[in-house]
C-alpha cells in the first residue's frame, strides 16, 4: 500500500474550461481530494436582462463553443414553451436531426481527441497522427460528416444561423439531404471501427453508486422535450425543473453545483443510457453490448463508451428523420410569433447531459429575468465525490502518485465537462 | 523557429505556435480543430506547443501565441502579461479578445454589484468589467468574427510565415452579400449590420437569410446614420438595431454617442 502523495493539477488539458484536482495522502489516509472549478464567471443571466427574446437564442449559443446548438434549441424551446407555442412537426424534425449531428460532432470529438490519448499512452492527438494514421483520419470523418450536417440544416456548426424562434430562417437543400443520407449509412463502419477501437482499451474498475437524472423517453430515446427523472425513481414536469436542479455553492467552485435525492448527481450520455436504454435503437444495444455496457452503470469512466453507443444510435435515428423529411412535401420554415407576458422552461439533453433555460417575459416580450442549469454544472459536485473515492481506491489498489493522477485526470476528461459553459 | 518546410524552393519557417483562453465559449479555438479537411495539412505548416484544450503538454517558448477570450479578472491579467512576454507575435482570436464580444453585455448595466447579484445572489464573486485584450497589451494582430472564420485563420497563417502582409477587407459584408447574390434581409423585413461590419467572412450569416449582427466590429468609414436612416425607412425597430450593434463590442463608440443622442 502507498503511503502519502501531492498531486496538484493546476488547469487540467485535454477538457472545455479551467478546472484544478488537489489530492493528498499521508500515511495512507486521504486527508483532502478535490476538483476545483477556477473559470471566470460571464454572467449571461444578467447579460440576457432587458433584451428582447429574439436575442436570447443568440446570445445563449455563446454560451458554449461545443454545444451551441444545444444552447440555442434550449432557448428557443424556452421562448416558446413561454409563449404557448408548438413547433411544427417539420421544424421538431429538422431540430432533432441537428441535435443529433451536434450530439455525434461532440462525442467524436471527446472520445477521439480528448479520451483516447490516455489510453493509447500519449498526450494528445497529434502523436497519432503518425503513429495510428487511420484512427485520426476515422475521427476527422466522422466529426467532418456531422459538422457538414449542421451547416446545412443550423446554418453554421457553431454559433447557428438558421435557427430562430417559431423554426427556421431557411430549410435545408432535399438534394443536399439525399446525399447526406448516404454518407450516414457509409459511417457506419467508422462507428463500428470506433467500438471496436475502444473494446482494446483498459478502463479502471472503480465504481460509485450514483443517482442518473436524464430526460424521460416516451417510446423515443429522449433529446427535446419530455419529463426528468432520476435513476432514484424521481419524476418531475419540465417547468419543475428548480426541484431537480436545487443550486447552491461552495467555496472551491466558481460554478453553481446542484443535488437530488443524495449528495449529488450526475447528467450525460451515460445517466441517458440507464435511464432510457430501452429506446436505444437495436444496433445502439449491440455495440454496448460488445463493450460490456448494461443498464445501470455506476462506473464513471464508462461515460465514454456510453457516448459511443449514442454515436450509434443518433446516426440511425438521424437517418430515419431524411427519410421522413425527404417523403414529405416542405412547409412553411417558420411561424409568427406573439410574444405573451409570463414564464418559459426548456430542457434539452445536449451532449453533456440534460440543460435547462428559463426565461420570464413582460408582455412585449422583454426578458425579466434568465436562468441556465448546465449540464456540466449539475455534475460538478459528483466529480468532486468520485475523487475522493478514487483516492481511496488508489490507496487500496496500492497505486503509483503517476498512476493515480493520470487516473483523476482520466476521471474528469470522462465526464467530458464544459467547465466555460458551467460558468457562464 | 525551425526552417525545414519549403514553399516553391525556398525554407521557410515552422513557427512555434501556443493557443491560450481567458473569459470566452472556447469556441474560436475548437474552430481551429472545425476544418477537418484541411485539419492535417494546417497542423503541418505549424509546430503546436501548448493548447489545454487539445493537448497536455506545453511549453513557455512559442512565437506565436493566439489569444482567445476577453479579460474579466486579475488572474487573467496576469496570463496575458506573461503570454506578451514570451511571444514574438500576439494574435487577438475572435470578438471577445478584440472587442470584448457578449461579455461585454454585461457593461451596459453600468453596475458590477447588480450583475453579481442577479447571478450569484449574496455569495461573493470576483470580476471585472469585460474588456478586450488591447486594453492591457500591444495586440501585433486582430482575427475578427463570433465564431472566427477557419479559412481567413488559414490564409492569415500562410502568410505570416512566408512574410506576405496581412490585410483585412477595407469594404463592409454588404459587399460580399452583394457577389453571393443573396436576397436582400432588408427587402424581407430583417435589420442587418451588412453595411457597415467590416467584410472578411464572406457573409455568412446573411446567407443564411439571418441578418448580420455585427460580430466583426465596424468597416472603415462605416455609415452608421445612413444605415439607421435604412432601418427607420423600413420602420424596423431602433431596439433591434441597437441589440445588434451592441451585441459584439465592436460598434461600442457609436452605441455611447447614440444613447447620448437617443436618451436611451
Known sequence: MKLSCDIDVKHLTRVEGHGNIKITIKNGKVQEARWEVVETPRFFEAMLVGKNFENAPYICGRICGICSIGHTLAAIRTVENGFGMKPSAQTAKLRLLLKHMETLQSHILHVYFLAAPDFLGVGSVLPLVKSHPDVVQRALRLKLLANDICDEVGGRRMHPTRTVVGGFTMLPDKYALGQFKSRLKNCLGDLVASAELFKTFVFPEFERETEFVALKGEGDYPFIDGDLISTDGICKAEYDYLTMTNEYMDEYSTSK??????????????????????FLEQTAKDIAEMLDLRPVNHNPFMNNVAQVVECVHVVLDSIRLIDELLGTEYGPERQEVTPKAGLGVGAVEVPRGILYHCLEFDAEGRIKRADCVIPTSQNHANIFHDIEDLARFCVEQGKTDKETELLAEMLVRAYDPCISCSVH | MTTKQTFLGVNVPKPRVAFFELSSCEGCQLQILNNEATLLDFLSMVEIVTFREGMTEKSDEYDVAFVEGCITRKDEEQRLLTIRKNAGLVVALGSCACFGGVNQLKNRFNDLNWVKKEVYGDHPIDTQEAKPISTLIDVDLEIYGCPIKKEEVEDIVVNLILGKSIDHPKYPVCMECKAKSNICLFDLG???????????????????????????????????????????????????????????????????????????
Open chain 1, 257 to 278: 453545483l446542484s443535488k437530488l435525492s443524495r449528495k449529488s448527481f450526475a447528467v450525460g450520455a451515460l445517466a441517458r443510457f440507464n435511464n432510457n436504454y430501452d
Open chain 2, 190 to 264: 430583417e435589420p442587418c449590420l451588412g453595411p457597415i461590419t467590416r467584410a472578411g467572412c464572406d457573409a455568412w450569416c446573411p446567407s443564411s437569410r439571418l441578418g448580420c449582427w455585427g460580430c466583426r466590429g465596424p468597416a472603415p468609414e462605416a455609415n452608421i446614420k445612413q444605415l439607421l436612416h435604412i432601418c427607420n425607412e423600413r420602420e424596423i425597430p431602433m431596439e433591434r438595431v441597437m441589440d445588434r450593434l451592441e451585441c459584439f463590442g465592436g460598434f461600442s463608440e457609436s452605441i455611447e454617442q447614440l444613447r447620448r443622442t437617443e436618451g436611451r
